[in-house]
């Protein structure tokens, strides 16, 4: 019986690994872009959630931001790809978002300075003066 | 002037309101008070005299009827005093028909109430004269004058009402007064309870007086004088009775004559009038002597139509009449209050002017008020004097020898005295005499022989107890212990005499007026039998009903002045006698209590059960509280007693624990619920804060985390939707 | 819109290339070495721009990301100058550390699931355009077009949000002798 096992478990090994290689080598579609651009912005995410130096927030912030751009410029892609050639708003609102992330990094990083200028401090958890 | 009659009461009534009201407020001076009291008595006075001369001459010749003051026109004049509803007659031929019950307050001027007037303003007049001088000093002069005015002004009422109901205003209104002024020093227990006494007694007849008026409406429809006594006078209204049978007329007249037996204090009610002597002696002159007394005969004389009608009442009139005259003669033998002696006197006095009433000759008794009022007032005022000389010494055996130190005084008593004596030329002789002759030859009721020897005995016993007074009083040696002095009472010494002396002229000039009037006054009643015309007699007769005259053939004339002539006789017998007994008594008195002291202490062992009796005034007050007051007094006393007790504490303690109670509640509750409810909401709000203020971590991560788990679980949601 | 061919190795390349960065960024010691991680995020999704033909996008990413925002970071950094993260003793992950990863880890899961099963949904090339490799990219004129034209409102409000940033930065990081001396 064990040699009946191993073989189902080999077989199952082998087939789900060469469907794994096969799916490697497909041509990728918007969807991989798509869990691309959240997997980043998960790392994002899970960064402006646990680090305590404002300023690597900050850049973790910037990571959630280009994450949403990724996802603009795929779907562009995809729509220019469909046969809507015109389609190009995409990118117009990817350069927005630079646009006001560069805007809110500068006020941001502003207020950083006068709030160290102030606490002699960058970790987020040493400002905690609204704590109840 | 007769149309200002209505002024004759108003104006002491004003005075009384003013003094009354602002008498204190404004400290008015002794003499203000005394000119605003005394000058409206006077112009009181002088109106009556004018009124009445004003009557006599032009309104009776021409009208031959009273005037009555609606005449004049409305207010002040009349008015319609009680509007009055449907009532109905229930006796007599009208019976079952309602009549309205209207009563008029106006002022009626007949003989009668002008004699009435006139006696009660001149007297009235002369005794706030004597006021002024007896009350100086007291520190309620104007309470006494407004009082005194008050009285005045109800007296006046009283005799110059036209109808029953103004009348029985005036009766409780001096009853009022009486009551005030008797307990006018009001701090004195004595006092107050006198005052007491005087007016539950009064009250007693009044029940009777209004049993009366109320049986009269009934009967007639109707309460005015003029009305019911020409109603009365027809078989029709009010049937004559004879005697001894008892019928409406009877009831009645018992109830009007209970009335006048409160008021002029008679058997059984008399027992007021002694300690009413409580109060200042001029309200005993005035109040109890001249004037409120008297007007229970005046009651009875204003109603003489419808005693008429009732022989049996009559006669029960005239006896207890002469009962209460001899009854009360025989207390004032061992009286020692001066004024107690001049009360009995009086209760003795009124006795005889019913009598008078009740064997018909209400004239006469008129006329024995009359001077009856000024040798009364006269012997009051001396007594006043004699008190006031003496710092208020009233017990005659502290009194003696006082004719030396006050000869005005003593010598206008005097003449007080032999009025009362029924001395010959004085006044008390003619009306007294008049009196006892008419009684011994009545023809309305039976058995008046035996009455008049009764009466004769009770001048005889009058005679004796006022010399006794004048000889403890005013003869012999002094007894009296000055106040201030060495305070021993020694038998017959003469002690400190320096401090008495005569009143002064404010009080004897009253004294000295009165007593020309108690000489003078009896000539207007100067008999047939004695050459005179009895004008005061013939000018009452419209008055007075002569049923017996109506049926009287004139052809008999000439066989009635035969049977006059014929009776001259006896009547000049009957004053011989009378005369005689009057000065033996008076003699033999005065030897006794002046010179045979042991002949009178002798007599006074003898009798002595009798003397015991008299001095202890019969018992009969022991006997009235006993029987009546202390039941009464102790019974409601009791019931009131329980009444607040129970129930009124009762309701005031059981608001007071129901108050305790609700308090405990109330506060239970706000303790428990109240403060449970705002404590819940604070813990509440505490919990709720503890609870939500863990979010409020102050950690701006947390909060980015808090956001990211919504986003979370709302994608989630989504995807679930819509798998 | 498929990757085909050879480019599935630039594909694999850059994704790695970024996440490799990202992970480095949040996990980075020294505020200096997570900017340079940053950057280099950055660099590589303007890689995947390009593979996904939007020239002017992955240009604008280099200058304006790169070139401006990760060197407004350094100059920030130099001011702060927070020196103690490089000792041992000072902790880099907050407490929620591990919250924050269970939900992470949990959306992605589902996330990948769901657009894994999305994915074949979506409709696929019907008609395969046939696409002329061009020497020149027209993507920049088109975006600029577009710019002027269609959203030129966005653009003008753009550069207004950037004068506002521009003052509102100027006013914040003030000193004090510097209020002082000009109010």
């Known amino acids: 019986m064990s040699g009946d096992m191993l073989g189902w478990a080999l077989q199952e090994t082998t087939s789900l690994v060469s469907r794994f290689l096969e799916g490697l080598a497909a041509p990728k579609g918007v969807v991989d872009f798509l869990v691309l651009s959240f997997m980043l912005f998960a790392i994002g995410v899970l960064g402006v959630l646990s680090r305590r130096n404002i300023l690597i927030i900050f850049m973790s912030i910037e990571l959630i931001l280009n994450a949403a751009n990724l996802n603009f410029v795929a779907f562009t892609r995809y729509w220019q790809a469909m046969g809507r050639i015109s389609e190009n708003m995409g990118h117009v609102f990817v350069i927005f978002i630079i646009v006001v992330a560069a805007a809110e990094a500068v006020i941001g990083l502003g207020i950083l300075i006068a709030l160290y200028r102030n606490r002699r401090t960058v970790a987020i958890d040493e400002i905690n003066l609204l704590k109840w | ?88 007659v229930i006796f007599g031929p009208e019976a079952g028909k309602t009549v309205p019950l209207r009563i008029e307050w106006s002022y009626q001027l007949d003989q009668l109430s002008a004699v009435m007037i006139l006696v009660v303003t001149f007297v009235g007049f002369w005794i706030h004269v004597f006021s002024i001088g007896y009350m100086r000093g007291d520190g309620g002069f104007y309470r006494f004058f407004a009082q005194m005015n008050l009285f005045m002004f109800m007296m006046l009422v009283l005799v110059m009402a036209s109808n029953f109901l103004m ?27 006198a005052s007491k006494k005087a007016f539950i007694v009064n009250r007693v007849g009044d029940f009777g007086f209004l ?52 008021k002029s204090a008679q058997i059984p009610l008399y027992v007021w009038l002694p300690d009413a002597m409580a109060g200042p002696t001029p309200v005993s002159a005035l109040i109890h002597a001249a004037t409120m007394v008297t007007a229970g005969v005046y009651m009875v004389t204003r109603a003489n139509v419808i005693f008429q009608k009732s022989p049996t009442m009559m006669f029960v009139i005239a006896l207890v009449g002469v009962a209460t005259a001899i009854w009360a003669a025989s207390m004032g033998f061992t009286q020692t209050d001066i004024k107690k002696v001049l009360a009995y006197s009086t209760i003795s006095q009124l006795g005889y002017m019913f009598l008078a009433c009740g064997v018909g000759a209400f004239a006469a008794g008129i006329f024995h008020l009359y001077t009856h009022a000024f040798f009364k007032a006269l012997m009051f005022l001396g007594a006043g004097s004699v ?28 003449v007080g005295w032999l009025a009362i004596c029924g001395i010959p030329l004085f006044s008390g002789f003619f009306s007294k005499d008049e009196i006892l002759w008419r009684t011994f030859s009545t023809d309305v009721i039976p058995g008046g022989r035996w009455l008049w020897m009764l009466g004769f005995l009770g001048a005889g016993m009058t005679a004796f107890y006022m010399t006794r007074l004048v000889a403890l009083t005013f003869w012999g040696d002094p007894r009296f212990v000055v106040a201030g002095g060495s305070g021993t009472t020694h038998g017959h010494e ?21 007593a020309i009037g108690a000489a003078i006054s009896g000539f207007v009643g100067w008999p047939k039998s004695l050459g005179g015309t009895n004008r005061f007699e013939r000018w009452l007769e419209p008055v007075i009903w002569h049923p017996a005259q109506e049926d009287a053939v004139p052809a008999k004339l000439s066989g009635m002045e035969a049977s006059v002539a014929e009776h001259h006789v006896a009547e000049y017998l009957l004053m011989l006698a009378s005369v005689a007994l009057a000065v033996g008594v008076m003699y033999t008195c005065a030897t006794l209590y002046l010179r045979r002291r042991d002949r009178l202490e002798a007599i006074v062992r003898a009798i002595r059960p009798l003397y015991v009796a008299s001095a202890n005034k019969y018992w009969v007050d022991e006997f009235y509280e006993g029987v009546f007051v202390r039941r009464l007094v102790l019974g409601l006393s009791w019931f009131s007693w329980r009444a607040d007790a129970r129930g009124v504490d009762g309701g005031v303690n059981g608001s007071a624990v129901m108050t305790v109670f609700w308090s405990k509640v109330s506060g239970w509750f706000d303790l428990y619920v109240v403060d449970f409810l705002v404590n819940a909401i604070g813990a509440m709000t505490k919990l709720f804060s503890t609870l939500f203020r863990i979010a409020q971590t102050g950690f701006a991560q947390n909060y980015a985390l808090v956001i990211t788990t919504g986003l979370f679980l709302l994608t989630a949601l989504y995807l679930i939707l819509s798998w | 819109m498929e990757v085909k061919g050879a480019q599935i190795l630039f594909y694999y390349v850059l994704a790695f290339f970024v996440l490799i960065m990202a992970v480095s960024l949040i996990r980075a010691r020294s505020a200096v070495h997570a900017a340079l991680y940053l950057m280099g995020t950055l660099i590589g ?114 550069s207004l949000l950037l004068l506002v940033a521009i003052v509102g930065s100027v006013l914040l990081a003030r000193t004090r002798r510097q209020e002082e001396t000009f109010d």
């Open chain 2, 1 to 88: 002037m007769l149309k200002m009659i209505w002024l004759i009461p108003a104006l002491p009534f004003l005075s009384a309101l003013f003094l009354g009201i602002f008498g204190r407020t404004m400290k008015l001076s002794e003499r203000t008070i005394s000119w605003i009291a005394c000058g409206s008595v006077f112009l009181s006075l002088v109106l009556s005299v004018g009124a009445v001369y004003e009557f006599a001459t032009s309104y009776w010749p021409t009208h031959g009827r009273p005037y009555l003051s609606s005449e004049a026109g409305g207010f002040p004049h009349s008015f319609t005093w009680v509007p009055g509803g449907e009532a109905r």
């Open chain 2, 167 to 193: 009348m029985f205003v005036g009766w409780e209104g001096v009853g009022l007064c009486s009551y005030l002024l008797i307990g006018y020093y009001f701090h004195w227990n004595y006092a107050a309870y």
């Open chain 2, 494 to 514: 003469a002690h400190a005499i320096h401090g008495v002396r005569e009143s002064p002229r404010v009080m004897t000039i009253p004294l000295i007026v009165l």
């Open chain 2, 387 to 414: 008190i006031i000389a003496l710092h208020h010494e009233m017990d005659m055996r502290r009194m003696g020898g006082l004719a030396r130190f006050m000869p005005v005084t003593y010598r206008t008593f005097l």
């Open chain 3, 45 to 158: 999704t303007a890689g995947l721009f390009l593979l996904l033909h939007a020239e002017f996008v992955a240009g604008a990413q280099i200058l304006i990301y790169v070139g401006g925002v990760v060197v407004l970071f350094i100059f920030v950094i130099m001011l702060v100058n927070v020196r103690e993260e490089v000792t041992e003793a000072t902790r880099l992950f907050t407490r929620q550390e591990v919250v924050a990863w269970v939900l992470v880890g949990a959306m992605t899961v589902a996330t990948i699931i769901a657009l894994r099963r999305e994915a074949n949904l979506l409709p696929s090339a019907v008609a395969p355009a046939e696409e002329t490799a061009l020497a020149f990219s027209e993507d920049t004129q088109q975006v600029g077009s577009a710019l002027y034209t269609r959203a030129a409102l966005p653009f003008e409000i753009a």
């Open chain 2, 211 to 262: 049993l009366a008026m109320f049986a009269i409406f009934s009967l007639f429809g109707t309460l005015h004088f003029t009305e019911v006594m020409e109603l009365a006078r027809s078989d029709a209204y009010l049937p004559s009775e004879s005697f001894g049978a008892w019928g409406l007329a009877s009831w009645i007249a018992l109830g009007l004559f209970i009335g006048a037996t409160g």
